[in-house]
T-cell receptor
Framework: AQSVAQPEDQVNVAEGNPLTVKCTYSVSGNPYLFWYVQYPNRGLQFLLKYITGDNLVKGSYGFEAEFNKSQTSFHLKKPSALVSDSALYFCAVKGNEKLTFGTGTRLTIIP | KAGVTQTPRYLIKTRGQQVTLSCSPISGHRSVSWYQQTPGQGLQFLFEYFSETQRNKGNFPGRFSGRQFSNSRSEMNVSTLELGDSALYLC????????????????FGEGSRLTVL
């Protein structure tokens, strides 16, 4: 069975500092990996995805994610955090035909 | 182009009642998938419909059901509501469906927040 783990429920980062939101996964075969962001009282918005190719994927709002096959990880990163990045972030993996989401990480950027 | 529209946005029901939630996908999208979001469980997959056919179903009891119409609009129904059904229900539409997510992506609505008293 496929699964996604986001080991941190909450991440706090000072504005201007780099941020990392962690994600590890388990899936049979080659993974399709995604990051979504959810702002308060809103649905999820697509940030980026890894399908194949370069291990560093660039996405919306200056975010990027690094695919590491040996560590089965897909961590979300941004070089310099903004207060407006504060939101709930979900990692997801697709295997077979289902899409499995992690439990989410609440990112708070402190001014 | 209009996004995914979910109605109602908020609703309150009592235990034992039933509820129907509606989702209008982006024009041209034939796939609609439904998710339950709760603080402790994150997003749990309910089911996916593609061109009026249920393609996949998550691990939810039979009280949770859905359907899709010829115009791709979808409804989900929860019967005999329980307190634990309180959640944000999200629907997502896509052009290619979950099976083709390598070339497409999901577009989510803002959700229907159900409170069961």
């Amino acid at each position: 069975a496929q699964s996604v783990a986001q080991p941190e429920d909450q991440v706090n980062v000072a504005e201007g500092n780099p941020l990392t939101v962690k994600c590890t996964y388990s899936v049979s075969g080659n993974p399709y990996l995604f990051w979504y962001v959810q702002y308060p009282n809103r649905g999820l918005q697509f940030l980026l995805k890894y399908i194949t190719g370069d291990n560093l994927v660039k996405g919306s709002y200056g975010f990027e994610a690094e695919f590491n096959k040996s560590q089965t990880s897909f961590h979300l990163k941004k070089p310099s955090a903004l207060v407006s990045d504060s939101a709930l972030y979900f990692c997801a993996v697709k295997g077979n035909e289902k899409l499995t989401f992690g439990t989410g990480t609440r990112l708070t950027i402190i001014p | 182009k209009a996004g995914v529209t979910q109605t109602p946005r908020y609703l309150i029901k009592t235990r034992g009642q039933q509820v129907t939630l509606s989702c209008s996908p982006i024009s041209g999208h034939r796939s609609v998938s439904w998710y339950q979001q709760t603080p402790g469980q994150g997003l749990q997959f309910l089911f996916e419909y593609f061109s009026e056919t249920q393609r996949n179903k998550g691990n939810f009891p039979g009280r949770f059901s859905g359907r899709q119409f010829s115009n791709s609009r979808s409804e989900m129904n929860v019967s005999t509501l329980e307190l634990g059904d309180s959640a944000l229900y999200l629907c997502a539409s896509s052009l290619v469906g979950l099976a083709g997510l390598g070339t497409g992506e999901l577009f989510f609505g803002e959700g229907s927040r159900l409170t069961v008293l």
